[in-house]
């Protein structure tokens, strides 16, 4: 017996098996297409795109990491971008360059995250005081944050911003897109916050286990409410970089991205329960999708056989993922680091 050696299995975590999948897909999508799938002008066009919903997962992961969900995400990021965009087309002149432009697309920064995290706190609140189950709670304030910017806009698109909108969605920084840095720079924020701080300690301890959350006393309250503030601000973010790609800001953007979060979400590894769910693996989750996205547009794939192709790795990884032996088979599961 002594000789016997447990034998580690390399696919035993969501993270190893989700990077497989991402190869396999990167491998098929590049024999299938290798002419336009492997081009420098795909991969660019690729970091441009995905940055804008790969943040909302962001925003995604943290509040299922407690056990809940924000289906607002996308009313969030369009109401904080049509804040802006109408603060800038009120007050700023379409041709101001310089200082004095940069000071102004700073202020509609700011009061566009402000605006998120406004919304996040109504959300945190709904969930946290008035014990609203979030998956309702947010549906419902989604559409309300969507209404509001309907009313601030009529439904129309807003347009004619000073030139230096369209730099953070469109330009590069030594080479790199800036939209790729910005996920980037906030996936490392969000992976240190939830591994190296008492903050996302005890976002975890809530998610695996509300009832040890309490007996520790824990202000549920108040974590809740921050989980949500902060998702809130990464929405708003997205809406930002959603807005400047577009060079317009409407109520109705990014209403697939919605989908997209979620499923991200999930492929991930973060346990819809709460407690468990790495960074990492919202980054594979995040290319596989566009890799098979953007070499199923290559292949000239319906969206309804594209839509049947996500709901089967979907259902799939799930699969996977629940069994006990790899960690998801109890409701509440105590989790792992995160």
Do not use: H
């Amino acid at each position: 017996m002594s000789n016997l050696k447990p034998k580690s299995n390399l696919l035993a975590s969501p993270e190893a098996r989700l990077a497989l999948i991402a190869i396999v897909v990167f491998v098929v999508m590049s024999i299938l297409s290798p002419g336009r799938f492997l081009s420098v002008a795909n991969a660019t066009s690729m970091a441009f795109q995905f940055p804008e919903f790969a943040i909302l997962a962001l925003a995604m992961t943290v509040t299922m990491l407690t056990g809940g969900i924000d289906l607002s995400v996308v009313g969030t990021s369009n109401l904080s971008a049509v804040f802006a965009a109408t603060l800038l087309t009120q007050f700023v002149d379409p041709s101001l360059t310089g200082g004095d432009m940069f000071m102004w697309l700073g202020i509609a920064v700011v009061a566009a995250i402000c605006v998120g995290m406004l919304a996040g706190l109504f959300n945190g609140i709904l969930v946290a005081i008035f014990g609203l189950p979030p998956i309702l709670a947010t549906l419902g304030s989604g559409l309300v944050f969507t209404g509001l910017a309907v009313a601030l806009t009529g439904g129309s698109a807003v347009m004619g911003f000073p030139v230096g909108v369209a730099w953070l969605g469109n330009e590069r920084l030594f080479g790199i897109p800036i939209p790729l840095i910005l996920f980037v720079i906030l996936a490392l924020i969000i992976s240190f916050v939830l591994t190296r701080t008492s903050f996302g300690f005890k976002i975890r301890m809530y998610g695996a286990n509300p009832l040890a959350a309490e007996f520790a006393a824990l202000d549920i309250d108040k974590l809740l409410i921050k989980v949500y503030v902060l998702s809130g601000a990464l929405s708003a973010i997205a809406g930002l970089l959603i807005m400047s790609r577009a060079n317009s800001a409407k109520a109705d953007y990014g209403s697939s991205y919605l989908l997209l979060a979620v499923l991200i979400a999930v492929l991930g590894g973060v346990n819809p329960y709460g407690g468990y769910g790495k960074i990492i693996g919202v980054v594979l989750a995040v290319l596989s999708m566009q890799f098979l996205s953007s070499g199923l547009n290559m292949l000239q794939v319906s969206n309804f056989a594209r839509e049947l192709i996500w709901g089967v790795l979907l259902i799939f990884v799930m699969i996977v993922n629940t069994q006990k032996s790899f960690g998801f088979g109890a409701k509440k599961k105590s989790s792992a680091t995160t």
